[in-house]
């Protein structure tokens, strides 16, 4: 058998592998159970211990009254505030020279 042939059948063995790991995937993906954790974010109280606390439920998908859009908003920013000063915190840790 030549190398060129022996390339292709290569080539084909490894397309048949990620077309079945693509399927197997898409087919476990949409399978996974929802924690109650999906919903919470983490605060640091003053003894750097993180505390679980629930965040709001944003508004439902047929709400676009103006006050909705606004309170979901309002919502996306605290939370991507929060996020910027875990970053920031976590950049502090990691930066530190202990």
């Known amino acids: 058998m030549s190398n060129g042939a022996k390339m292709w059948i290569a080539i084909i063995i490894v397309l048949i592998l990620v077309v079945l790991g693509w399927i197997w995937?898409?087919?476990?993906?949409?399978?996974?159970?929802?924690?109650?954790?999906?919903?919470?974010?983490?605060?640091?109280?003053?003894?750097?211990?993180?505390?679980?606390?629930?965040?709001?439920?944003?508004s439902t998908a047929s709400d676009t009254s103006n006050a909705s859009i606004d309170s979901d908003m309002t919502s996306a920013n605290s939370q991507m505030n929060a996020m910027n000063s875990d970053s920031a915190n976590i950049d502090a840790g990691m930066n530190s020279t202990n």
Do not use: H, L
């Not at 399978?31 to 109280?45: F, K, L, W």
């Open 25 to 58: 995937y898409s087919g476990t993906a949409g399978n996974q159970p929802s924690s109650p954790a999906d919903n919470t974010q983490y605060q640091t109280t003053s003894s750097n211990s993180p505390s679980m606390t629930s965040t709001s439920t944003p």
